[in-house]
Structure formats: C-alpha cells, structure tokens
C-alpha cells in the first residue's frame, strides 16, 4: 500500500512560516508528481503548488512569491514553506502524489490526511 503522511501544520500569526512536509511510503515504482493542494471550510479543494519528477513547478497565484515547493526524491517527500502567511491561507493541506506503484498497474492519484493550517493573530 502507498501511504502519504503530511506534517508542519499549525497556528502561525500573520505574516511567519510553516513548513509543511510529505513522505509518500509503499510500494512506489514511480513518482510522477507530488504537491499540496488546499481546502478551506466553505470552499472548493484547490491545488496550491506541484512539482513534477522532472523538477517543474506550478503555484496558485495567490501564493507565488511566497510558497517554495521542493522535494527530495531520494526520500519520496515534498516539501511545502510557506512564508508570509496570510489569514486567507488558512485551510486543511493535503499532500498529493500522482504515481505508478508498479509497471502493470499504471498510474494513480493518492492523498494523505490533510493538515490544518490555520493564520491567526
């Protein structure tokens, strides 16, 4: 089975960081992409940022300039810093991982748990 456990949320004031941060775990043959994605109460799920094995990367525009996505493919984690934080950044965070466990079974999506990260003073 392939697991993603995210950890780093919290409360935060406005303004600091967090970093939050990924390992997918299991039976992985490839990852194709890994990144975070975000949902506020109210509100529709929302990819923040992604990165791919080739090291691309894509961000919400909102939070460009602020959120640096980065893994280390050695250890099959992704990380997620996050600096000046806002209140609007607050939301559950969800480690996602498109990737083959193995060469017969194709592709797939996983999630992890989701961790809260709440901007408050």
């Known amino acids: 089975q392939v697991h993603l456990v995210e950890s780093g949320g919290g409360l935060v004031q406005p303004g600091g960081s967090l970093r939050l941060s990924c390992a997918a775990s299991g039976s992985i043959f490839l990852i194709n992409a890994m990144g975070w994605y975000r949902q506020a109460p109210g509100k529709q799920r929302e990819l923040v940022a992604l990165?791919?094995?080739?090291?691309?990367?894509n961000y919400l525009d909102s939070v460009k300039g602020r959120f640096t996505i980065s893994r280390d493919n050695a250890k099959n984690t992704v990380y997620l810093q996050m600096d000046s934080l806002k209140p609007v950044d607050t939301a559950v965070y969800y480690c996602?991982?498109?990737?083959?466990?193995?060469?017969?079974?194709?592709?797939?999506?996983?999630w992890g748990q989701g961790t809260q990260v709440t901007i408050s003073s």
């Open positions: 996602y991982a498109d990737l083959i466990r193995t060469f017969a079974s194709g592709r797939a999506d996983y």
């Open positions: 990165i791919t094995d080739g090291g691309s990367t």
